[in-house]
């Protein structure tokens, strides 16, 4: 069965760096979503992308953070500077035209210190 | 506002059933979703309903829809360790601006004794 992918599946960085992670939705589908989870916290809503362009982003999603679709299988976020409260679980998720279930990755654990 | 709210844990005898229960805000939210997380893992879809439903069965799964009270539950029948995870409630909104984004509760942790 096709699942959505995450690599790495844990990050360390420091303070300050720029990290990438990455995700392979499922082939065919064309809504791609980032969601993270503070420890302790709720999962919540990041961005969501199609068209090769932004759809709907939240007000944690500033302008530390950018998501691009680099080649046909890839969908990265990208966060250009980290800050200690960016550590979180961050989920990729992915849509079928038409169809209203979301598919999860398993996530990348970001720790920054 | 969203808001999704949902108890933090429950505690059921293997063969007992398990009710989880959510509340959410919005009336305008179209689908409700039940997702499980085990340890370690990602966020697994269980079932989904559509807000002008109010109930969905899907083998063990029972979602029952209170609209008027915004009120979400799953039921899972013959409870078995395997089942012990925490369950996630979430709705989403799809109209012109919404891209069907979802709103996530805290989750319930459900342990499952033997």
């Known amino acids: 069965e096709p699942e959505v992918t995450q690599t790495p599946s844990h990050q360390v960085t420091q303070m300050g760096q720029e ?27 990041l961005v969501s992308f199609y068209n090769n362009e932004i759809s709907e982003k939240s007000e944690i999603f500033d302008d530390q953070f950018s998501v691009e679709r680099p080649d046909g299988s ?11 409260e960016d550590s979180a679980m961050y989920f990729c998720a992915s849509k079928k035209q038409g169809a209203y279930e979301q598919y999860f990755g398993p996530g990348t654990r970001l720790t920054v210190t | 506002g969203e808001d999704v ?10 063969g007992d059933s398990s ?9 305008s939210s179209t ?6 997380q085990e340890p370690g893992a990602g966020l697994q879809l269980l079932t989904y309903i559509f807000s002008n439903m109010d109930m969905k069965q899907d083998q063990r799964l029972t979602v029952l829809l209170n609209k008027k009270d915004k009120h979400l539950s799953l039921r899972i029948a013959d409870t078995q360790t395997g089942d012990s995870a925490i369950y996630f409630c979430a709705e989403s909104f799809y109209g012109s601006s919404n891209t069907g984004k979802l709103i996530f509760g805290q989750g319930t942790t459900l342990q499952v004794k033997p």
């Open chain 2, 31 to 36: 689908y409700l979703y039940w997702y499980k």
């Open chain 1, 74 to 84: 890839n969908f990265t976020l990208k966060i250009r500077s980290t800050k200690l």
């Open chain 1, 19 to 45: 990290v990438i992670l990455r995700c392979v939705p499922i082939s065919n589908h064309l809504y791609f979503y980032w969601y993270r989870q503070i420890l302790g916290q709720k999962v919540e809503f």
């Open chain 2, 19 to 27: 009710v989880i229960n959510c509340t959410y805000t919005d009336s």
């Open chain 2, 5 to 14: 709210e949902q108890s933090l844990f429950l505690s059921v005898r293997e």
